[in-house]
């Protein structure tokens, strides 16, 4: 009888041996997971940081010449205004913009260690980044699927030129702050996090 209870707690005291070796494990695992989970989203939302700044001066850069294109544009909308016809080349030119970091960060599912706040107005910017490009690439393949050398053409193609430099001025503008805004709001919760080239107000 006693062999069998020494036998009974043997095979107790190793059943919770393997118990706790195999929660150790799976804790140490989860732990493990956790861990890269942090880091990935860590250097996701650095390289985020650093897409919206070069965006931003990519924006910011062109904004002087949309002054520059709306000035010349104005001589020629002025021209057909007053019915004199005027030789007319098209003139228009946006910012090449990145999304890849944030493609990255959702394929990856680095997004779903975000704060949610943060990660509300991340969407709104790369929506709002999309429909900004989507207007200036559609609006480019309108203009050169009409025939600028034909006279009825002409006119609305001036005032339609001078309407989309002013409406994507006004956007640019727009987005140049958005973005501005997102570094100044966060950049000082992440600033340990990010590089000296990230600047933080």
Known sequence: MENKKGWIGKLLTEFISVVFAVLLALGLNHWREANND???????????????????????????????????????KDAF????????????NMPVLSRSAWNVANSTGAIKDFDLNMLMELSDIYTFQEMYHNNGVNYMLSM??????????????????????????????????????FIKTYGSQYKELLPDSVLVE
Do not use: R
């Open 81 to 92: 205004d007053k019915g004199e016809g005027m030789p007319y080349s098209l003139g228009f």
């Open 144 to 181: 050169h699927s009409v025939d600028a050398k034909k006279d009825e053409n002409a006119k609305a193609i001036v005032d339609s030129n001078y309407g989309q430099l002013k409406t994507f001025k006004h956007w640019s503008i727009q987005l140049s702050a958005i973005y501005q805004e």
């Open 38 to 76: 942090e880091k990935l989203a860590e250097k996701a939302l650095v390289n985020i940081f650093l897409e919206i700044q070069a965006n931003q001066k990519e924006v910011e850069a062109e904004i002087p010449s949309y002054d520059e294109q709306i000035a010349e544009v104005k001589v020629f």
